[in-house]
Each structure stands twice: as structure tokens, then as C-alpha cells.
């Protein structure tokens, strides 16, 4: 074991890579004895996601399954599909639970997995000296087949330059990354042999370089290919047994002392592998930057994932701010978002959070990096020197010009107002507030007076300027004012985004649209009740949502159903006899989250299973207007009913792509933010 350990490890922490060895980036697969015979193992050995108990069991191995089976066939789909079931498997195991794959079958349809980031591997080493390669499933790999035509379309805005082959519609940025994603990962130097002859080698070379500097394509190294949760027990066990045995130490010391070591490597390792400033080196033929050739480039799947953030935050500040303000917020969102914290952070994946202090530390620290990080800090003269002429501020904000002697007057008369007896046309008499009630109106008069001052913006109206610093400046001011910290002030006119209190309320926000959509808007008031109340009885949302006690069970009875509200029995006698018990209510928002993105996990598989039996149903009429005679002259060579045919189905799968990519971007709410 102790040889695994340090031979894992040491050929993570070498870069052989950096320094442009390696030429290709297939993977070995570990060699065994070799099977020419199909294995005739029983088929219920491996779960299969065929029937509708196990599609709804199982939704995200559903998705995945089918997002493999559309891209890679029916094999690979089978080998994801075990590997989701059972966990880690060696190729032997793969083979004697799959029926018709052989040995080499495996292999071959491995290598395609490894290649395309679907699979990870590690090689482990027995006390016997028996050396076993171990499979695990990637669910980087599944993202990108989800993401895949997203992230052609993104590149495509991102990078507008056009390539110059009259064949291809698309950026000459997004059609690198097709290929790539397509492949797996490529070097400059084999992109550029199979290149076509219409795109100068100094065009390309420079679209890589803009690539890299940008974090869109970084170098594959061998930390790709291994299990995060596996190289952390590497790096902690060998730390561990680093230290010697005849230390005085105890056993919980030693444990935080190399947990502690074992952190700082492993933040160096994902550093190392994710720095793309040793990639880019000088042309000596032309003193200008270039890519090294031999080093194999991927798809940098979390530098996407922060541009779907920044759309999600960009919508949500439209929806409670202004459309101004939020476009203001956007330019400032990718400003920063480079060097903005990522979606994920490897440690969670480690089983650290099971530790409530090592919990709190990774909170903590991510906090600070939201604010301390170089480059995530910005001020209104940054924001303006990105603003695009179609953004027009002028007249998006009014300015309040207050007189001393008018607000003392109105102060006066408002006392007044106040202190008058109101009667009715009956001669009853309308009561003063009660003390109580009248410390809480004049707290919320307070509140609101604070906020009226902090949206008074002093600026000039006649400013003609559309891209005025000091407009910019206000509206950034005005998402810093706000209930929800779309912005948080570090000191005066310099703003940074603080990610782990915005994403919480973003969650909280789009679970509440979907509520009101599927549940109506009773069911919102009843859970914001239980969440700001936290465990309350069915007396207390009566009195507190304003609704009819008869809505108020049938609603509960809803959100009990789907997860959203959680029920708990409170006895009241010793004997815990259940006609004396009180029933209370609470929410558990991680929960239902949670299931609410098995939900929608489940939605976006079933639409792509359904796309793929219409496709099946429809296959001999698709290859037919599919093959090269015929394309172009459909209207010639196909039967009128053939015709109606393949228009209904383009139509479905049309329309099919449009409720996936609506699904998505809500989906992705509860799984990547």
C-alpha cells in the first residue's frame, strides 16, 4: 500500500505535462487476462433504468444513462449505467456483469469514457504486490454532454470572430471547442495538421492563446483522470504516516496535524493543475504569444459554469431591482467573473463537512476569498470602461431634493394627523394604536426614512452623459442598499460580490416561482409563515397567513406531499398517547431542494428518453431523408406523407430542446449554484 501511496501522488504533483512530453492523452488501461468469449452472465445483475420504478428511484443515474446512450451508443450507456449502480469496478467485474462484452470490448469502450471525461481511474496496489486499475463514474463528463450545445453557443458570443471557411456558421472560438469537446481534449499541434487550409496558422494559434488567457481550455493532467475523494485519502494517509511513531502527540493531533498538511497540498495540486500562465509561452520565429504545442488542452468545464451563474444573478437583479440595474450588475459580474470563487469546491467532496468545525472553516474561507482574491474587487470607473454603446442610463434614476423647512412641516403635520380622533359617520370614535403597535409603526417609519435616504441619490438630471460614472456609480450603490445583497461595499466606491449569502436567496427565490406556479400563491405564504416562524402549529399559520383554517389544511396537505413542509408529532402526556399530541409544522429547505432537483432531473431525463423512442419510431423515414441524394430535394424525392411525417418530427424535437433548456436553467439553480 505504501507504494500506491507514494507513486499516486508523486505523479500528481509532476508536472511532465508543463513541460510538453506528453503527446497524447488516452489513458492505459490495465492489462489482464484476455476474454474472447461473451460472458453469459444473467442481465438482472445490473440495475437497468428501462422501467418507470427505477427511472423515479434513480433520476440522475436516468439522466446520465441517456445522455451517454445519445452521444456514445447503447454499450457505453450500459458500462455508465453500471458504474452509477455498484460504484468503483475493475474490468473484470465490468465483464463478468455485462452480457455480450468481452475483455478488449471493455477496454476499447473505456478508453472512449476516459477520453471524454465520463470516467476516472485509479490503480491500487493489494499487500500481495497484485496491482488492480479501479473504475469510477465522472459527472463532469455527463455535464458536458448536457451543456454541450450551450457551450458551442456561449463561445460563439464570448468569442465573436468569424472564421473565414464559408462552410461553418460559427465562430472560429466555438468551433475549437466543438472539436474538443468532441474529442476530448487536443494539442495546437495536431489541431493545426488537421486544420482546414482557409484559417491561417497565426489565426489559430492566437484564438488558443485568447482560450487559455481567458481559462476556457486549460492542461489535462493526470488529476482529471483521479477520484477526488481518493486523493484526498492519499494525500492524508500519507501524511499521517509521515509522522513519527514515537511522537508524544495524541491521536486526535496527529489526525488535524495531517489533515492540515494534507490540505495545503492538495489546494497546491488543483492550483498547479488549473495554472494556464506556464502553457503560454513566446514564438521565437515571431515574438508573439503562443500555446506550447505538445500539451494536450480540455474544456474547463467550471469557467462555464461561472457564466451560467452570472446569467442566473443577472436575471435575479432584473426581477428585483430594474432592467438598468441589472445590466449594470451583469458588465460587473464579468468583470470579476474569472476570478470569482468556483461553483464547487473540491474540499466538499472529501466528506470534511461531516466535521462541523472543518464545515465552518471552509465557509469562512470562502467568504474571505469572495473579498480578498485579486480581481474580484471593482469600482464605477471599471464598470464604465466595459459599458456597450446600446446601454443607455440616462433617466434611470430620479434624484430627491429635500428642504429642510418643507420636511419639518410635513413631520409636523403627519404628529398631528396622528394624534386627531378619527369618527365615522355613525359617531364611533376610531381608538389610538396601542403602545406597542404605534414603537413598531414608528420603527417602520424609521426603516423606511433610512432607506428613502439611502436611495437618494445626489447626481444631476441634466447629465446627458448615458455612461455617467456617477449613474454607474448610484446603481451600484442602490444593489449594495438592497434587501438582498446583490453587492456588498468593502469600503466607499469599491463593490465585490458576496456569493455565499446571494446564492441561499437565489435558491429560495426561484423555490418560491416554482411554487407559485405549480401550487399557487397560498402555498408560498404558508411556507414563508413556517420558515420565518420555524416550528409552528396549525393555530399559528392561521393567525399569521390570514387564510380560511379549511385552505390552510388542504394547502398543508399539498406541501406535505411534495416535500416542502415537514410534520412532527409533539406528545403532550407522559403515556405519549396520539389523541393528545400536537402536530407541528417545519421546513427543511435543504431537503426540499433537494427534491425538487430530483424533480426536475427526472423531467430532463424523460424528455430525452422520449426524443430518442420518437427517433427510434421514426429511424427508417430519418436515414432516408438523412442520406446525401437526398438532402436538398426532400420535396422531390419524398412521399407527401413522408414529408407531413418528418416535419412533425422536427417539430417535436424542436420543441423537445426548448422545454430541456427551460428545465435546465431551473435545474441548475438547485444543482450547481
Not at 47 to 54: A, C, D, K, P, T
Not at 234 to 257: A, G
Not at 292 to 310: E, H, M, Q, S, V
Request: aromatic share 8%.
Amino acid at each position: 500500500m505504501d507504494s500506491i501511496l507514494n507513486s499516486t501522488v508523486d505523479a500528481l504533483t509532476s508536472q511532465g505535462q508543463a513541460n510538453g512530453n506528453n503527446n497524447t492523452t488516452t489513458p492505459s488501461i490495465a492489462n489482464g487476462s484476455n476474454t474472447n468469449n461473451p460472458q453469459d452472465s444473467d442481465p438482472n445483475t445490473t440495475i437497468s433504468v428501462s422501467s418507470l420504478e427505477q427511472r423515479t428511484l434513480a433520476p440522475e443515474r436516468f439522466l446520465y444513462v441517456e445522455l451517454v446512450k445519445s452521444h456514445l451508443g447503447e454499450r457505453a450507456s450500459k458500462m455508465v449505467e453500471l458504474l452509477l449502480s455498484l460504484g468503483r469496478l475493475s474490468v473484470h467485474d465490468m465483464v463478468d456483469k455485462l452480457t455480450n462484452f468481452t475483455y478488449e470490448s471493455a477496454k476499447a469502450t473505456l478508453v472512449s469514457l476516459i477520453q471524454l471525461r465520463c470516467v476516472r481511474y485509479l490503480e491500487e496496489t493489494s499487500f500481495s504486490g497484485k496491482k488492480t486499475t479501479y473504475y469510477y463514474y465522472n459527472e463532469d463528463g455527463f455535464l458536458l454532454f448536457l451543456y454541450s450545445g450551450s457551450i458551442i453557443e456561449e463561445m460563439h458570443n464570448y468569442f465573436p470572430q468569424r472564421a473565414k471557411s464559408q462552410d461553418s456558421k460559427l465562430s472560429l472560438a466555438a468551433h475549437i471547442i466543438q472539436n474538443i469537446l468532441s474529442l476530448g481534449s487536443v494539442t495546437l499541434k495536431d489541431y493545426l495538421q488537421s486544420a482546414s487550409s482557409d484559417i491561417s496558422t497565426h489565426e489559430l494559434t492566437a484564438m488558443f492563446v485568447q482560450l487559455v488567457e481567458s481559462e476556457f481550455l486549460i492542461p489535462i493532467t493526470k488529476l482529471n483522470y483521479t477520484p477526488i475523494n481518493d486523493l484526498w485519502n492519499l494525500l492524508f494517509e500519507k501524511e499521517y504516516k509521515l509522522i513519527p511513531r514515537t511522537s508524544t502527540l495524541s491521536d486526535l493531533k496527529k489526525r488535524t496535524e495531517a489533515k492540515a498538511k494534507a490540505k495545503e497540498q492538495f489546494e497546491n495540486l488543483l492550483n498547479v493543475s488549473n495554472n494556464t500562465s506556464k502553457i503560454i509561452t513566446t514564438d521565437p520565429r515571431t515574438s508573439l504569444k503562443t500555446v506550447i504545442k505538445t500539451i494536450p488542452l480540455t474544456f474547463n468545464l467550471d469557467r462555464f459554469l461561472k457564466i451560467r451563474r452570472t446569467k442566473q444573478l443577472t436575471h435575479f437583479a432584473k426581477s428585483r431591482i430594474s432592467s438598468a440595474s441589472s445590466q449594470v450588475y451583469k458588465i460587473a459580474l464579468k468583470l470579476t467573473e474569472q476570478k470569482s470563487p468556483n461553483l464547487y469546491n473540491p474540499l466538499i467532496k472529501t466528506g470534511l463537512l461531516q466535521d462541523l468545525d472543518e464545515a465552518i472553516g471552509i465557509k469562512e474561507e470562502l467568504e474571505l476569498k469572495e473579498e480578498k482574491t485579486p480581481g474580484v474587487t471593482f469600482n464605477a470607473i471599471d464598470v464604465s470602461k466595459h459599458m456597450t454603446p446600446y446601454i443607455n442610463l440616462t433617466g434611470t434614476l430620479t434624484s430627491f431634493v429635500k428642504k429642510n423647512s418643507n420636511n419639518k412641516r410635513s413631520n409636523d403635520e403627519s404628529n398631528d394627523a396622528n394624534n386627531k380622533r378619527l369618527k365615522t359617520e355613525d359617531g364611533f370614535t376610531i381608538p389610538s394604536l396601542p403602545a406597542g403597535l404605534e414603537s413598531i409603526q414608528e420603527d417602520d417609519n424609521e426603516d423606511q426614512n433610512q432607506n428613502q435616504n439611502q436611495d437618494d441619490m445626489e447626481f444631476d438630471e441634466n447629465d446627458t452623459d448615458p455612461h455617467s460614472i456617477t449613474l454607474i456609480n448610484n446603481h451600484l450603490k442602490l444593489l449594495a442598499s438592497s434587501k438582498i445583497p446583490f453587492l456588498q461595499e468593502t469600503r466607499p466606491g469599491v463593490f465585490y460580490v458576496p456569493y455565499s449569502k446571494l446564492i441561499p436567496m437565489l435558491k429560495s427565490s426561484m423555490y418560491d416561482y416554482i411554487l407559485v406556479s405549480t401550487l399557487g400563491p397560498s402555498a408560498m405564504r404558508i411556507r414563508r409563515c413556517i420558515t420565518v416562524n420555524g416550528l409552528v402549529s396549525e393555530k399559528v399559520i392561521t393567525q399569521t397567513a390570514l387564510m380560511k383554517e379549511k385552505d390552510i389544511r388542504s394547502t398543508i396537505s399539498s406541501l406535505i406531499k411534495y416535500n416542502v413542509v415537514e410534520i412532527q408529532e409533539v406528545p403532550r402526556t407522559a403515556d405519549r398517547a396520539a389523541s393528545r399530541a400536537v402536530f407541528l409544522f417545519r421546513c427543511n429547505e435543504k431537503q426540499s431542494y433537494n427534491f425538487m432537483k430530483q424533480n426536475l432531473t427526472w423531467n430532463i431525463a424523460n424528455l430525452l428518453y422520449k426524443k430518442e423512442i420518437l427517433r427510434n419510431e421514426n429511424s427508417t423515414l430519418l436515414t432516408k431523408a438523412n442520406r446525401d441524394d437526398v438532402k436538398g430535394r426532400e420535396a422531390e424525392l419524398l412521399l407527401p406523407s413522408e414529408l407531413n411525417q418528418l416535419k412533425m418530427v422536427n417539430e417535436r424535437e424542436l420543441n423537445t430542446f426548448g422545454r430541456i433548456s427551460r428545465v435546465l436553467s431551473l435545474w441548475e439553480v438547485f444543482s450547481l449554484c
